[in-house]
């Protein structure tokens, strides 16, 4: 009786498996048709991101890291990497899980804290350093992501 019991499970899982084989060919073939059709629209109404141009999304982070006190706007960044600006901002949604102004502002608020505690800088320089031009909305910015102003955060250093 086991035997055969043991039998019939077999026969299950190789029923299982065939129907996930089956299942997973399925979605492979759809995945291929989204991209033909993608690929036969024009350039600039695709939305499928590939390889290269999710090198050029890296390489735009990498970008803005470097120059927080340049143009970091969305169409300058698109000019940049050459991608139009809905495949950028899915771009930095796929591969930083946020939005390129979010991305800006958590890494403006990265290096600030890193200035913060050098004592050449005030607050003052640290907003400039950093690309932004209002001392207020700094202080409302980094006090919501920290909970404390910059000032304060300053003094915790000196």
Known sequence: KDILRNAGEYKDFLLARK?????????????????????RLESDQRTLLRVQELKRVEE??????????????????????????????????????????????????????VLLQNKEYNVRAVVAAIGLESNSYFSKIYKKKYGMTPKNYKKMYS
Not at 21 to 34: A, N, R
Not at 72 to 86: C, D, E, H, V
Not at 87 to 95: A, D, E, T
């Open 19 to 39: 129907l996930t084989l089956q299942s997973i060919t399925i979605e492979m073939f759809v995945h291929q048709l989204v991209q033909f059709n993608d690929d």
């Open 60 to 113: 735009a982070g990498g970008f803005i890291k470097e120059n927080l006190a340049g143009d970091l706007s969305i169409k300058n960044l698109s000019r940049q990497t050459g991608l139009n600006p809905n495949k950028l901002q899915n771009g930095f949604k796929y591969l930083f899980a946020t939005t390129i102004n979010e991305f800006i502002t958590n890494v403006r608020l990265e290096q600030a804290n």
